[in-house]
């Protein structure tokens, strides 16, 4: 009787990667768009996290950190121009958008609370803003523009990768692949690279433009942020 033995590991490997190769000869299309998704997500991250990070401008006062004590000495500094002789309506239209009167004036007590320098100026901030008629924000609701800015290069993206995989589907289960493809009422020949390329060319300007409007959409996501804490 003969003993049957077990394959090493090196064999093993070698066979999983010889059916990988078979695997991605049968169905080529298919493995090319896997591998373009799979690039992009890892790229998106590199890029964004790594490469190119969102960096922050402009921010308002609703968005620094009160952690760090940020917001606390905005608003200090906002007791000093008032008692300099800075009008309250003025005082109150520098705050900005993010926050509302009464989030002020609760942030204001906090810091008396917890003895801040200057208490007798910051309470004197709080009052006077408590007896303005006024609001320290906008009225109206803010609206999440950075994010529609994000909607096209979704679309492109989309795009790209939907004729990618309308076209290996085409290639891989069309009787005749030879036969033109109609897709949004255009007919091209799947098979042809300038309709490779142009899948291809639309997600990578929608990856570059979304990328781009990424500070945008950060920037929206986090004023719209704002106004849902205060709505609380």
Same mark, same amino acid.
């Given at each position: ?33 896997? $591998? ?8 998106? %991250? ?6 190119? @990070? ?6 308002? @006062?609703? $968005?620094? $950190? ?9 608003? $200090?500094?906002?007791?000093? =121009?008032?008692?300099?002789? =800075? ?20 942030? /204001? ?34 609206? @999440? ?7 096209? !290069?979704?679309?492109?993206?989309? /795009? ?15 009787? *005749? ?10 007919? %091209? *020949?799947?098979?042809? !690279?300038? =309709? ?16 781009? =409007? ?7 996501? *986090? ?10």
């Amino acid at each position: 009787m003969s003993q049957q033995t077990q394959p090493s590991r090196g064999q093993q490997i070698k066979m999983f990667v010889s059916i990988g190769k078979q695997l991605a000869a049968s169905y080529i299309g298919w493995t090319i768009v896997i $591998s373009l998704l799979i690039g992009l997500a890892i790229g998106w %991250f590199l890029f964004g996290w790594v490469i190119a @990070p969102v960096q922050w401008t402009d921010a308002k @006062p609703a $968005s620094l $950190s009160w952690e760090s004590g940020y917001q606390q000495r905005y608003l $200090s500094y906002s007791a000093d =121009a008032l008692t300099a002789g =800075a009008p309250i309506s003025e005082v109150a239209k520098n705050f900005g958008e993010g926050w509302n009167k009464a989030q002020v004036i609760e942030k /204001l007590s906090q810091m008396i609370n917890e003895g801040w320098p200057n208490a007798d100026r910051l309470t004197r901030l709080r009052d006077e803003l408590a007896l303005f008629s006024g609001e320290v924000g906008p009225t109206e609701t803010v609206t @999440p523009s950075g994010v529609s800015s994000a909607l096209v !290069p979704l679309l492109l993206m989309f /795009l790209g990768v939907m004729t990618l995989v309308e076209i290996n589907y085409h290639l891989s289960l069309s009787i *005749n692949p030879d036969d033109p493809l109609r897709l949004f009422g255009i007919a %091209f *020949n799947a098979k042809s !690279p300038v =309709a490779w390329g142009l899948s291809i060319a639309l997600i990578g300007i929608g990856f570059f433009l979304f990328r781009k =409007a990424g500070r945008r959409v950060s920037r929206s996501w *986090n004023e719209v942020t704002q106004v849902m804490k205060g709505g609380r």
